[in-house]
DNA sequence: ATAGCCATTGCAAACGTTTTCTTTTTGTCA
DNA sequence: TGACAAAAAGAAAACGTTTGCAATGGCTAT
């Protein structure tokens, strides 16, 4: 027996339209007397709005759905913080639903329950959108957006750093150090989502200006994760031919920086190392990693001002933080 | 103009109880013959279920809100996928809000959020339930429970970890490896919760069942973040009188041990560190943390089992694992 | 052929809001 | 005092489902 506008009504003697409007501020529909007693009653009865017949009546949401493909990647939090405090602002609230990692029934049947919820638009964190979901998205007439990856098919709209960007940024920041033979460890360049082919491309761009031929031994594949910096570090060798390497995530950085221990590499010494992201994973390895920094909070910001229909941003700054991790040569 | 059952019903040329029946999978309220027409027009027109409309008509729902105190906490993802994992299994979605770390305001505000969606339980992790939580979560009506943090008023059920046995093994470790001398950093005793305050009295049983005669110095208040642990090793000093830590938390061991290594303290040579709660990040650093387990993903499971009135425990299982931070003197 | 039963289908009310339109009350000004 | 506008309040329909109950039709057993 959970407690209705209408019994608020009927205690407080008045229609439900009143307790309706007072309870939803419509301005100036009421006196400010009818509308202290409609509160105070509300009160006492312990009254709780319930959203689904709010939502069904106005025929539109105050939330937004939030779908995160991995719990891996670890700055999902400050996307999701950024998501948070913009939608606590304009009064809507963020429902957030785990897709599994790598999972593609659970991704898509993720998206399946932001849209049967209804929501007012979607934000999909990391999530390597299939055509699958493509239609689905498509077919839910839910304006969506790609928070943090950026696809090339012109049906997703997305806000992420420039990824061309921080592969060129990071190489050429190598460069500037003095390095000449500088790998790329850790991209997945098989998703649909251009992240791993953009970095790579900005890298090899980077190394072209400086006039330095690339080997495809400096490449090395993986999943961002800190198993593939591992085995990145595993196939440079225990006397590497770089002197330096770029690791596609914080995590990928961190499992090159304690293979290179095992191996007795030490870094910066014998191997720099600049990953890609700049969480607070940097600051508590040893020696501290430098990264290129991207604003993941404003990524969360921008992605609910573009859902409520204010311009934005396609793309978010990114900075490269200098720590402890890359010698100059 | 989305799609509804209605206009199913009209393009199939049936009746909207029909369509509903077959679309909510009603066992034999109709033939197969129907069957097959209705779900290859709702299939043609792109039909999505209207969530909100299907709750207020049952009066029940089928999602459960998850409220996270803070996103600081890194173990916060295991829980969640465990919860995930266990809802899906269910036929339930979670709705996840996040609260904020510390924001009293913005916590009430969440809790308010996953009631007004009127969720069928509610699952609060790592929140430190104040008084007016608690009016506002029992007058709701609705179930909910704690998760990794126990309270003594019997009004709120949880599952966590027994941090009273957490202290006392992580303690009584340390002493069988032969210290005398165990510091105790980074745990908080003044909210709510009751995590710091057994996670004291378990590490006091283990000293005083040694005949150890403990020094206040060698507690360290903090808020399990990786700051406390930094702050901690301060006050322990460059020359620590003690050999051995119980770390409040993984972060708060990292703190430690980065501190140490600023200090010229080897740990484990000069210190020992065993952390509490066992998340990947151990593995990570250097030396990896031994650590007491916690169980995070069971406590997801449980929690989920717990709201759909299945039988739960109150406990769940901790288990040391042996890394590389403790010495045996 | 007929009664009776079962399988299938449909009608209409209900869920808790919002909102348009209408009605009532209040206040102002001549 | 009366007229009238403005302010306040209410009635009822609508949103998209589910579901109790009633209706229909076909089949079986007599």
Redesign the pocket.
Known sequence: M?V???DIAQAA??????V??V??N?D????E??ARKVKKTAEKLG?Q??TA??E????KSKAIGVVINSTQTNFSNSIIEGIQQEANQRDLSAIIVFAGVGDAQMQRRAIQTVIERSVMGILLLSVDISADDLTLLKQAQIPYISLSQAFTDDQISYISSDDFDIGYQATKYLINKGHRKIGLAGIDIQKNAMTGRNRQSGYEKALMEAGIESSNKWIQYGDYSYNSGVMAMKNYGKSPEITAVVAASDMVGIGILNQAHDYGVDVPKDLSIISIDGTDLCKIVQPQLTSVTQAFFEMGIEGVRALTNEKTTEFTNIKIEERDSVKTV
Do not use: D, E, H, W
Not at 13 to 18: A, K, N, P, Q
Not at 28 to 31: D, L, T
């Open positions: 959970t209705t506008i209408k003697g008045v229609s439900i339209t009143t309706s409007r309870l939803s419509k100036s529909f009421y006196s007397k009818t009254y709005k319930n017949a709010a069904l009546a106005t025929q």
